[in-house]
């Protein structure tokens, strides 16, 4: 019996001193945490590669050899990605593999029926309805190129971005107030817009 009771009150003992570790632990790793983001620099710098739309082009009938020329188009030099997450869906036939293994990119594709699984593309293509496409009419293919270059090119240099710190893809500097008074320029016909700062 006092074999048991000495037995338990070490592994008593042994419990308490581990939980008194983990918090000291917990509480060191928040300190570096803390002095880290205090050293890292507030604002990325992205690469062409880092921003989410490299390319874009615009079809009625898409087809495995039309994607894979869009695949070259996308990155024309040396500068590719890793790896190309996309569905299953059947453009992305023979002719799209072997232009994916020749520029040497990993091919990654979702489960069937699984939008989740491509978050970033998804929410870009809701951004670009909500914000773009419910807005405007489109006539034709030409119309449809010509209202998503305005927008990507919106999206680019003036959408604030909250994983940014609320600033765009291409940075743009603070406009103080002595600069002169703000302007709002419109963008896609007024269905976009930025303010900016101009002098008199």
Same mark, same amino acid.
């Given at each position: 019996? &006092?074999?048991? /009771?000495?037995?338990? $009150?070490?592994? +008593? %003992?042994?419990?308490?001193?581990? *939980?008194?570790? #983990?918090?000291?632990? &917990?509480?060191a /790793?928040?300190?570096? $945490?803390a002095? +880290? %983001?205090?050293?890292?620099?507030? *604002?990325?710098? #992205?690469?062409?590669?880092?921003?989410?739309?490299?390319?874009?082009?615009?079809?009625?009938?898409?087809t495995?050899?039309?994607?894979?020329?869009?695949?070259?188009?996308?990155?024309?030099?040396?500068?590719?990605?890793?790896?190309?997450?996309?569905?299953?869906?059947?453009?992305?036939?023979?002719?799209?593999?072997?232009?994916?293994?020749?520029?040497?990119?990993?091919?990654?594709?979702?489960a069937?029926?699984?939008?989740?699984?491509?978050?970033f593309?998804?929410?870009?293509?809701g951004?670009?309805?909500?914000?773009?496409?419910?807005?405007?009419?489109?006539?034709n293919?030409?119309?449809?190129?010509?209202?998503?270059?305005?927008?990507?090119?919106?999206?680019?240099?003036?959408?604030?971005?909250?994983?940014?710190?609320?600033?765009?893809?291409?940075?743009?500097?603070?406009?103080?107030?002595?600069?002169?008074?703000?302007?709002?320029?419109?963008?896609?016909?007024?269905?976009?817009?930025?303010?900016?700062?101009?002098?008199?």
């Amino acid at each position: 019996m &006092v074999a048991f /009771l000495v037995a338990l $009150l070490a592994a +008593l %003992r042994s419990t308490v001193r581990s *939980r008194t570790t #983990l918090i000291v632990e &917990v509480f060191a /790793l928040r300190h570096q $945490l803390a002095v +880290l %983001r205090r050293q890292a620099p507030t *604002r990325l710098h #992205l690469r062409r590669l880092d921003r989410r739309v490299l390319h874009f082009n615009v079809t009625e009938h898409p087809t495995a050899a039309w994607t894979a020329q869009q695949l070259r188009e996308a990155w024309p030099g040396n500068d590719t990605a890793r790896f190309l997450l996309h569905d299953r869906d059947r453009i992305y036939g023979e002719t799209f593999r072997a232009t994916v293994n020749g520029l040497g990119i990993a091919e990654l594709a979702t489960a069937s029926r699984s939008p989740w699984q491509n978050p970033f593309v998804e929410r870009l293509i809701g951004t670009l309805r909500r914000e773009c496409l419910d807005h405007v009419v489109i006539w034709n293919e030409r119309g449809l190129r010509r209202h998503l270059r305005e927008y990507i090119a919106h999206y680019h240099r003036f959408r604030p971005h909250l994983s940014l710190d609320k600033d765009a893809p291409v940075h743009r500097p603070v406009q103080l107030p002595g600069t002169g008074p703000v302007v709002e320029i419109a963008h896609l016909g007024g269905v976009q817009h930025h303010d900016e700062r101009r002098a008199a």
